[in-house]
């Protein structure tokens, strides 16, 4: 307040200075202690009572803040939130009104996520040692298992020999014969003998006979 | 700060777990691969050995129809040299020439054999020791062939032959005798005949 102010009103507490009056000690005061009120709050700790004209200002301080800075939950909060709505939901599902059933064991996301990535080591081990030990029983096995022979080269015939290599009975060759020539054999032997030559020389040629 | 270290830390873990278990699962691949060091099966193809077949034409085989062609031989020589009980004898040199066993020649050479020594014989007058010949020749086969077929064409020669011995006997006995070789002359001639028809049909594929 200045003295030489045209309005002259007399000093009061609640008189709103002018705007570029510099403050004095009692408002500076004011301030620092409303200051130090809407710390209080924002920090959850509010006073338990609050005179009217600073809960005012409080409410308008505290929708200042949130309008200007977005309330971020924490982890947990924003967890506990989740759990419970998935619970309520479950609940409403099971028939319930919107409570979290006790006989549904609820677990809390956040640990079951760190209690898969606590165990998810633990099941590589395990996998790992089954594999190890059936390896380790096959390696065993078949070092005790006698050894078998090796596999003989398959023997059976691919195919069988052309005729002409074959023995085989000689009618085709000699045909019937007349009872002029029944007593030619040697002519029929002859006949029988150049003939198998030629079967056993092609044979003995084509490396099936050594 | 400590919660992130032992997130660090359970994820080295896991890491290494994942490591040691790829191993494992390559030691367990080769175990159950590697069939005990046993070779593994050939390709197809590379192993198969064509076996010698027991049938087919091979040195026994061409050295008993070579002895075979040699004693016919050697029978025409002493033939033409007026010599037939050596001729005989020759011929059966063939019988006891030793084939592989099972050889069809075989059976086929010895009846050509045997006919041409009942032939030998009956031209010799010994018409009984002939038809032995082709007794024992017809009894030694096993299947119907031209060379059976041969044995008796030469066992209807040999009862024609008995017979013709007959013509002139004015003994009863002797005239129904000849009667009864001519007849099983015919017989003998017709079952040379049927052998003979039924394996030329075989041979040109009719029924």
Partial sequence: MRPDDPTDLPPDDDAVPAPDA?????ERARAKAFAELIDKVVAGRPPAAVPSEQQELLEVATALRASVRPVELGASRRSAIVESALAAAIDRRAGG??????????VPIGRAAARRGARTPWLIAATTSLVAAAA?????RDRGAPRAAPPAPATAAAAP????????????????????RAGAALDRIDTIYADRLDGFRARTMSGGLR | MTSLSSARAWTRLTRAALRVLVVALAALAACTGS???RPAAPPPGRVTQVTQPEDGIDQHLMIALSQAKNFHHKAKVYMSDGKPDLAIAAVRGVLAVTFPAGAPEAED???DARALLAKLL?????????MSEIDAGLAAATRDSFFVANLYTVRGEILEAQ?????GAAAPDDVTRARELKRQAIVAYDKSIAINEALQRQLMGRP
């Fill in chain 2, 122 to 130: 009956l031209a010799q007058g010994q018409a009984d020791a002939a």
């Fill in chain 1, 97 to 106: 009104h919107g409570r979290v059933s006790a006989s549904l064991p609820v």
């Fill in chain 2, 109 to 111: 050479v010895r009846a």
């Fill in chain 1, 161 to 180: 020999l052309p005729l002409e290599l074959r023995s085989r009975p000689a009618d085709p060759l000699v045909g019937a014969i007349p009872a002029e």
């Fill in chain 2, 163 to 167: 017979a013709a011995k007959l013509d």
């Fill in chain 2, 35 to 37: 069939d005990d060091g």
């Fill in chain 1, 22 to 26: 510099p403050a004095d000690a009692s």
């Fill in chain 1, 136 to 140: 380790l029983t096959l390696w065993l």
